[in-house]
């Protein structure tokens, strides 16, 4: 996908700043964070949203979380995972990314 902002993070076309990366998988910091931690999870593979997701990229999914929220320092406090799908959930990048948000203590909509 030549104009997706996160295929470009993918490609190394524009900076981020990564915690993690495997063949299938890039994690970096949110540009404006909602929270202490705030990753993008994202599959390499571009697709919208949940709604279109590689069943075998996501079955990997709770894997990666963990490896992240390992690497953030969160795994064991408690975190966040939040994936916005479409115009009304408020979805602004339409390349699948999942917010792991954690680091203080989390209210919100829920909780
Ligand atoms: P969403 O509203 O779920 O589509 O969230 C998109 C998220 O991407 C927002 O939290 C933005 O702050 C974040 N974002 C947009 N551009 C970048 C970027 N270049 N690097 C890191 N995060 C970004």
Redesign the pocket.
């Known amino acids: 996908m030549e104009d997706c902002?996160f295929c470009k993070?993918v490609r190394g076309e524009?900076p981020?700043e990564k915690v993690y990366e495997d063949e299938d998988f890039l994690a970096?910091?949110?540009?404006?964070p909602?929270a202490n931690v705030?990753v993008?999870i994202i599959p390499k593979k571009h697709c919208v949203s949940i709604l279109d997701a590689d069943s075998e990229t996501m079955a990997k999914l709770p894997q990666v979380v963990a490896a992240v929220a390992d690497e953030m320092g969160i795994k064991e406090k408690g975190f966040r995972l939040?994936?916005?799908s479409g115009k009304e959930?408020?979805?602004?990048?339409?390349h699948l990314?999942f917010?792991l948000l954690g680091g203080q203590q989390m209210r919100g909509l829920i909780g």
Not at 28 to 32: E, M, S
Not at 89 to 94: A, C, D, Y
């Open positions: 902002i993070i524009i981020s970096f910091k949110d540009i404006n909602a705030h993008l939040i994936t916005n959930s408020g979805q602004e990048v339409f990314h917010h």
